[in-house]
Nanobody
């Protein structure tokens, strides 16, 4: 069973950048497809980006495509989300999630393991 811990959130002005990290432990990280989801106040959790076990393939929500980049370092058991040109509507708690094998998925129910989340706040 893998445990996930996010870090890197914070307060940033609109147009700024942040890099989130998700550190994994307790499992063979390279066997897990990974994803980032986010949840804004009063809204449902939504998909942001996903990456396959090897990191070769990625997919993004339309709302973040071209501004966010998901990546992973299997040697460091860590996944990243580089966020550029942040907007106030990107304000949310960001969660990393893991599913054993398979392709990256945009469906939250496909992921069995979740981190505790990290807050990202973008001021206008």
């Amino acid at each position: 069973q893998v445990q996930l811990v996010e870090s890197g959130g914070g307060l940033v002005q609109a147009g700024g950048s942040l890099r989130l990290s998700c550190a994994a432990s307790g499992g063979t990280f390279s066997r897990y497809a990974m994803a980032w989801f986010r949840q804004a106040p009063g809204k449902e959790r939504e998909f942001a980006a996903a990456i396959t076990t090897s990191g070769v393939s990625t997919n993004y929500a339309d709302s973040v495509k071209g501004r966010f980049t998901i990546s992973r370092d299997n040697g460091k058991n860590t996944m990243y989300l580089q966020m550029y040109n942040l907007k106030p509507e990107d304000t949310a708690v960001y969660y990393c999630a893991a599913k054993f094998w398979g392709l990256g998925s945009a469906k939250a129910n496909d992921y069995a393991y979740w981190g505790q989340g990290t807050q990202v706040t973008v001021s206008s």
